[in-house]
Structure formats: C-alpha cells, structure tokens
C-alpha cells in the first residue's frame, strides 16, 4: 500500500469512527420551528391580501 | 484571580444591589400594569386625578428600562466575578459609581412620572413635551448604565492583560458583548435627549425635528430589545446545560451568534418606522432586510438548545424522536421557568418577522397585536428567564438556598404567569388582528360597533393582567424570602462546560476591532444617507405639546 492509499486508509477509519451525537429530535424540532414561523406570516399575509 | 466557583462577598453586595431595585420595580410597574388592564376595559375609573396615560409611561419606564437595566448589570456583575474572579478595584469602583447615577436618574424621572410632569410614555415621542428634569433623569440613567458598562469592560481588559488568555470564557465574553451593543446603541437616545429633547423643552429652541428624534429613538429602540435579550441568551446558552446534566454545545457557535447580533441589531431601527413619512422605500427595504438576517442567530440559538436537551437527555438513557424533552428536569424551578420563556419565545419570534415585514405591518402597526407581541418577548421570555435566574443567584448572593417548597412556589408563579400572559397577550393579538389601538384608554369611539366589539378582548386582557399579578406578588413573596429567611447554605452558580469533542474556539470570534469596525460600515451604510436627507431636508420643527 503505497503512502497516499495509507493515508486515504486513515481519514476513512477516521471518517467512519467519530461518530457525532443523535440529533434527529433535534433536526426535527428545528424544521418545525421553522415550519410555525412560515405558517405565521403566511397567515397574516393572507389577512393582508383579503383586506386590500 | 481565576474560576473560583462563588461571587467574591464585596461583587455580591454590588449585584445585590441592583437586583433590589429590579424587582422593586417590578412591583410598582405591576400595579400600574393591573390598573391600566382595569381601566382599559372599562372595569375601573381612576381616582385622585391618575392619568391612564401616566401609569402607562410608569409601567413602560419601571418595567421596560428600570427593571431590566438592574437586573442585566447585576446579574453580569455577579457572572463575571464568578467566571473571570473578584473584580479589580478601579472597575469595582466605577460599578458603585454607575450604580449612584442610575439611581439618581431613575428617583428623578420616576419624580416626574408621579408629579405627572413626564407623562410622555417610555418611548417619549415628540412632540409630547415633558419637563426636562424628566429627560435629565433619563440621561442620569443612560450614563450610568455607561459606567457600568465601563466597569465590566475595564475588568475584562484586565483579565485578559493578567492572563495572557486570548479567548476569555464564555460568560464574561457574552456579558461584555451584551454592554459594547448598548454602547453602540445608546448614542442614539444620547443624541436625541442632549441635543434635541433637552434644549427644546427648557424652551433654548422652540421647535424640534421629530423625523431625526424618532429615527435616532429606534436607531437605540430595536437593539434595546437585543439588550433585554441577549442576558436571557446567556442562561439559555451558559446555564441551562449546565442545570440539565448536559453540556454547552458549542462554545464557537455561542460566540458567533452574540458576534451576529451586535452586527444585525443596530442597523434595522427602520422597521419600527415602516409607516412613517419622510424616510424613503429603499432605506426602509435595506433595513428590513438587515432585520432578517437577525433570524440567522436565532435560528442557530434555538438549534443549539435543543441540542444540548437532546444530548443531555439521551446521556441519561431517553429514547424515540422526542424522549429527551421527557427527560428535562420539569420540576427544577431553575430551568422550569427559562424553558416556559424559551417556549414562549417561539411564538414571540414569529410574531417579530411578522412586524418587520413591510406590507404585514400595515396590519399590526400601532395596534395591541404590538404590545401583545412584546408582553410575549420582554415580559414573558425574558423576564420568565431573569425569574428562573434570580431564583438561584439572589441565594447563592446572599448565602442562602432555595428550598424544595420554594422550588414549588416558583413553578406555580411559573404556570400562572404563562396562563395569565396567554389570556392577555393572547387577546391583545387577536384584538389587534382586529384594528385595535394601542396606547389608548378605555373608549367605545362613541359607540362605534367595531369598538364595540374589541371590549370583551379588553375584558379578557384584564383577566390576564390580574391573573399576572398575582404572579408578580407571588414573585416579590419568592425574592423577599429568598434574600432575607430562606435557610443559610451553599446555592451553586451554575456554570456550564463545553461539550467534549466541540471545535476549539477560534481567537478571531473575540477580535473586537474587526466586529465592532463591520458594525460600524453597516450602521452608516444603513444610516448616513437618510440621517443627512432628514437634517438637510429637515420637515417643518414642531412646538411642545402637553395633552395631560
């Protein structure tokens, strides 16, 4: 294995053992956060609409 | 002079200090805030000659300014102490000096306030004219606060110098971010109140120009809600994880969302003056873009909290999508009520991109859906925080705990301040959806069936608003027992640590000349040229007006 393929060979294990913590729920709660901030302006935009 | 776990006694009795007059000032801004809900909705008339009007400009000023401003340096003079150690002499000194001022401006513009001589509201627009001792006193307090800003920064520059550290941690780095914003901020109202508000009304110049003095009020108003703000961040980001059994996320992504706001707060004062004449459409459109990039750090505020629940919850075996928010200490009064505060804040945040968007405000402008928005933000988010802090700080100050019963009696002042704000805040949204004025006494506009039909929403406003002070009584029974008879002991200042495993924090986060030099081309990129236009092209000046 030459030099270059070594290396290659450790930032894999490295890619493949650092593993980062569980954060779906997190991800999650973020995008529905989002999700109530659109809903909320697009409810008044609507308000707007109708009242002109 | 490093971490030494509790607040050195002689920065304790500073801070103490000024969390006395915080919550006394939340008491009588309370009693105004009742009686304004019962006048409103027509339950009550006042006696002995009390304007509506000047218990409006007492419950902004006490609540809005007094308590907040209070609160946010005694808590930061507490935090740093306990993060960076006793502070030195000097800045020790210049803090009670500060401490002086403020209260002498505070004593003398609250003076004004009861003699009804002040009775503009707390954003004192022109061309209300109040009496100038009214404005001097809001100098007393500006510089003040000036000292205490100064106090905090001299003993940051000292620690740093003593250290050889380039990163400082990450209280103290927050806490003195907090006071360069309101530097920045409060040259603004300087501006306006020393060279305006004050020759105009000791009749030295008979008229003023409003444009300029509301544009300079909002130039300071709008990062004034960052100032209320960013101390809540601070528990958010710094205590919480610490409270939870977790760990603080990310000390780099915690910097870089206070470094974004000093960039993105100042520059947006326009979105408060979206329906103003004078100001062209495309300064107005700069600014409300510059607004949105405010949700940025939000956004990254909200991710990384919800972070720190998850990990924290799943360390301690939480299971499925959502187990984790299961898992949070529910009945630890310390984190019960800055959680209640974040909730809140959801809502509270959507219903700001709602007020800075141009057509939208149309809409909301002036109306109570306004004050409903920032009795969800100011009065419920923050101030649910400060709560949840001063149930901790006050007995670790003092040498005291907080008991197992207080930890009870503060959930309750919790759950009744949210049912409470959702009464009021609730229908002052809801009334407002429907073209209700804010800042107006009770009135039926002659029996006029849309006014007619806002009523049972003031109702409802009032129910809240008593609902709220019984919270506020509920409040002043916890503060009082626990700075004079909760039993003697040992309350911990929690301090969180960074996740293992998290980036290192880059030096240039703390490179203080490049942030504040960005800062300063975005405030004249967004301010020069309307400044100018309005000073140039200066409307008509307008003479004092007293409607009281």
Same mark, same amino acid.
């Given at each position: 294995?030459?030099?270059?393929?070594?290396?290659?060979?450790?930032?894999?294990?490295?890619?493949?053992?650092?593993?980062?913590?569980?954060?779906?729920?997190?991800?999650?709660?973020?995008?529905?956060?989002? =999700?109530? +901030?659109?809903?909320?302006?697009?409810?008044?935009?609507?308000?707007?609409?109708?009242?002109? | 002079?490093?971490?030494?776990?509790?607040?050195?006694?002689?920065?304790?009795?500073?801070?103490? *200090?000024?969390?006395?007059?915080?919550?006394?000032?939340?008491?009588?801004?309370?009693?105004?805030?009742?009686?304004?809900?019962?006048?409103?909705?027509?339950?009550?008339?006042?006696?002995?000659?009390?304007?509506?009007?000047?218990?409006?400009?007492?419950?902004?000023?006490?609540?809005?300014?007094?308590?907040?401003?209070?609160? +946010?340096?005694?808590?930061?003079?507490?935090?740093?102490?306990?993060?960076?150690?006793?502070?030195?002499?000097?800045?020790?000194?210049?803090?009670?000096?500060?401490?002086?001022?403020?209260? @002498?401006?505070?004593?003398?513009?609250?003076?004004?306030?009861?003699?009804?001589?002040?009775?503009?509201?707390?954003?004192?627009?022109?061309?209300?004219? *109040?009496?100038?001792?009214?404005?001097?006193?809001?100098?007393?307090?500006?510089? =003040?606060?000036?000292?205490?800003?100064?106090?905090?920064?001299?003993?940051?520059?000292?620690?740093?110098?003593?250290?050889?550290?380039?990163?400082?941690?990450?209280?103290?780095?927050? #806490?003195?971010?907090?006071?360069?914003?309101?530097?920045? #901020?409060? @040259?603004?109202?300087?501006?306006?109140?020393?060279?305006?508000?004050?020759?105009?009304?000791?009749?030295?110049?008979?008229?003023?120009?409003?444009?300029?003095?509301?544009?300079?009020?909002?130039?300071?108003?709008?990062?004034?809600?960052?100032?209320?703000?960013?101390?809540?961040?601070?528990?958010?980001?710094?205590? +919480?994880?610490?409270?939870?059994?977790?760990? @603080?996320?990310?000390?780099?992504?915690?910097?870089?969302?206070?470094?974004?706001?000093?960039?993105?707060?100042?520059?947006? =004062?326009?979105? %408060?003056?979206?329906?103003?004449?004078?100001?062209?459409?495309?300064?107005?459109?700069?600014?409300?873009?510059?607004?949105?990039?405010?949700?940025?750090?939000?956004?990254?505020? #909200?991710?990384?909290?919800?972070?720190?629940?998850?990990?924290?919850?799943?360390?301690?075996?939480?299971? =499925?999508?959502?187990?984790?928010?299961?898992?949070?200490?529910?009945?630890?009064?310390?984190?019960f009520a800055p959680m209640v505060g974040m909730l809140i804040f959801i809502p509270a945040g959507a219903g700001g991109i709602i007020n800075a968007s141009n057509q939208m405000n149309q809409i909301v402008h002036n109306t109570l859906w306004v004050t409903g928005h920032f009795h969800l933000?100011?009065?419920?988010?923050?101030?649910?925080?400060?709560?949840?802090?001063?149930?901790?700080?006050?007995?670790?100050?003092?040498?005291?705990?907080?008991?197992?019963?207080? %930890?009870?009696?503060?959930?309750?002042?919790?759950?009744?301040?949210?049912?409470?704000?959702?009464?009021?805040?609730?229908?002052?949204?809801?009334?407002?959806?429907?073209?209700?004025?804010?800042?107006?006494?009770?009135?039926?506009?002659?029996?006029?069936?849309?006014?007619?039909?806002?009523?049972?929403?003031?109702?409802?406003?009032?129910?809240?608003?008593?609902?709220?002070? +019984?919270?506020?009584?509920?409040?002043?029974?916890?503060?009082?027992?626990?700075?004079?008879?909760?039993?003697?002991?040992?309350?911990?200042?929690?301090?969180?640590?960074?996740?293992?495993?998290?980036?290192?924090?880059?030096?240039?986060?703390?490179?203080?000349?490049?942030?504040?030099?960005?800062?300063?081309?975005?405030?004249?990129?967004?301010?020069?040229?309307?400044?100018? %236009?309005?000073?140039?092209?200066?409307?008509?000046?307008?003479?004092?007006?007293?409607?009281?």
């Amino acid at each position: 294995m030459g030099v270059l393929e070594e290396k290659k060979e450790t930032a894999r294990k490295i890619v493949t053992t650092k593993e980062g913590p569980n954060l779906k729920g997190t991800m999650i709660a973020v995008m529905l956060l989002g =999700g109530f +901030i659109v809903l909320s302006w697009f409810g008044v935009y609507w308000l707007y609409i109708v009242r002109l | 002079m490093m971490n030494q776990m509790i607040v050195d006694r002689n920065d304790a009795k500073l801070s103490m *200090a000024h969390l006395f007059i915080a919550f006394a000032a939340v008491l009588l801004g309370g009693i105004a805030g009742l009686l304004q809900t019962l006048v409103r909705s027509g339950t009550i008339v006042l006696p002995a000659g009390i304007g509506y009007y000047q218990l409006l400009t007492a419950h902004g000023i006490l609540l809005a300014l007094v308590f907040t401003t209070y609160f +946010i340096i005694g808590f930061f003079y507490a935090g740093m102490s306990r993060t960076m150690g006793k502070f030195y002499d000097q800045p020790y000194r210049m803090g009670w000096l500060g401490y002086i001022v403020m209260t @002498i401006g505070t004593v003398l513009t609250t003076i004004m306030i009861l003699l009804n001589e002040g009775t503009v509201l707390y954003t004192f627009y022109a061309p209300l004219k *109040a009496s100038p001792w009214f404005y001097i006193g809001l100098t007393l307090f500006i510089v =003040g606060t000036w000292l205490a800003g100064g106090a905090m920064c001299h003993q940051y520059y000292i620690w740093k110098k003593v250290s050889h550290k380039k990163i400082s941690p990450l209280f103290s780095f927050m #806490a003195v971010m907090t006071m360069v914003l309101w530097f920045v #901020a409060t @040259i603004g109202v300087a501006v306006s109140v020393i060279f305006q508000f004050i020759p105009w009304s000791f009749g030295w110049v008979d008229e003023i120009n409003i444009l300029l003095s509301r544009t300079l009020f909002w130039y300071f108003g709008h990062p004034l809600v960052y100032f209320w703000l960013l101390p809540a961040y601070v528990c958010w980001y710094v205590i +919480i994880p610490e409270i939870i059994g977790g760990k @603080i996320f990310s000390d780099s992504l915690a910097r870089l969302s206070f470094v974004l706001f000093l960039l993105f707060s100042i520059p947006v =004062g326009f979105h %408060h003056q979206l329906l103003e004449s004078g100001i062209s459409p495309f300064w107005k459109y700069l600014q409300v873009v510059l607004t949105f990039m405010v949700i940025v750090p939000s956004l990254m505020t #909200a991710f990384s909290l919800f972070a720190s629940f998850e990990i924290a919850g799943r360390k301690k075996g939480a299971k =499925g999508l959502f187990g984790w928010f299961r898992a949070l200490p529910w009945k630890d009064a310390r984190f019960f009520a800055p959680m209640v505060g974040m909730l809140i804040f959801i809502p509270a945040g959507a219903g700001g991109i709602i007020n800075a968007s141009n057509q939208m405000n149309q809409i909301v402008h002036n109306t109570l859906w306004v004050t409903g928005h920032f009795h969800l933000t100011v009065a419920s988010s923050v101030a649910l925080t400060f709560f949840g802090i001063a149930y901790w700080l006050i007995p670790h100050l003092t040498g005291r705990v907080l008991t197992g019963r207080m %930890h009870q009696i503060a959930n309750l002042q919790t759950v009744l301040w949210a049912i409470g704000m959702f009464f009021m805040s609730g229908a002052m949204h809801t009334v407002g959806l429907l073209g209700a004025p804010r800042r107006t006494a009770y009135t039926t506009y002659q029996d006029n069936p849309d006014a007619l039909g806002w009523i049972p929403y003031e109702v409802t406003m009032a129910v809240g608003g008593s609902i709220l002070f +019984i919270a506020i009584l509920l409040l002043i029974y916890i503060i009082t027992d626990l700075a004079f008879f909760a039993p003697k002991g040992k309350e911990d200042f929690p301090i969180g640590e960074v996740a293992e495993g998290a980036e290192k924090t880059p030096a240039i986060l703390e490179n203080w000349r490049l942030w504040l030099g960005i800062a300063t081309v975005l405030i004249l990129v967004a301010y020069t040229v309307p400044v100018v %236009h309005m000073i140039e092209h200066a409307p008509p000046g307008s003479p004092g007006y007293k409607f009281w």
